[in-house]
């Protein structure tokens, strides 16, 4: 019997405490998405916005093993409402880097993608208004 009732109260703290940390809001919901050519060139895009905004915080687009003859490219960041932003990437190692922190909030809700001239590949992540 005294079993049974530990196992009980066990196995409620256990529930109570998984919904407390299951109802916490997140501080940051920093995303990121990559393409899946692991054999070869990979772009990758990550952003630092709050939870629950369209807005992204500062947006980094990468190019990861890119051909070494490259020490820069043009990087394009585009979201179907705010249009195409281009920037100038610069390489940092093994990999050709921008990033970009947009003033006021030019997004809308949906894919915030990344695409670099000379890769075919492009990278999204979704950009969610609450």
């Given amino acids: 019997m005294r079993s049974r009732a530990r196992t009980?109260?066990?196995?409620?703290?256990?529930?109570?405490a998984l919904a407390g940390l299951t109802a916490a809001p997140a501080a940051h919901a920093a995303a990121s998405g990559c393409t899946h050519n692991w054999?070869?060139?990979q772009i990758c895009i990550a952003t630092t916005g709050e939870s629950g905004s369209t807005y992204p915080g500062t947006i980094t687009a990468t190019w990861t093993n890119p051909p070494?003859?490259?020490?820069?490219?043009?990087a394009y960041v585009s979201n179907w409402y705010a249009g195409t932003h281009k920037m100038t990437a610069k390489r940092?190692?093994?990999?050709?880097?921008?990033?970009?922190?947009?003033?006021?909030?030019?997004?809308?809700?949906?894919?915030?993608?990344?695409?670099?001239?000379?890769?075919?590949?492009k990278a999204c992540v979704d950009l969610i208004d609450r």
């Fill in 8 to 16: 009980r109260i066990l196995t409620l703290a256990g529930a109570v």
């Fill in 39 to 41: 054999s070869g060139p």
């Fill in 68 to 74: 070494a003859s490259r020490s820069k490219a043009t």
């Fill in 92 to 121: 940092h190692g093994d990999e050709i880097k921008a990033s970009w922190t947009p003033q006021g909030n030019p997004f809308a809700d949906g894919k915030l993608c990344a695409r670099f001239k000379g890769s075919s590949a």
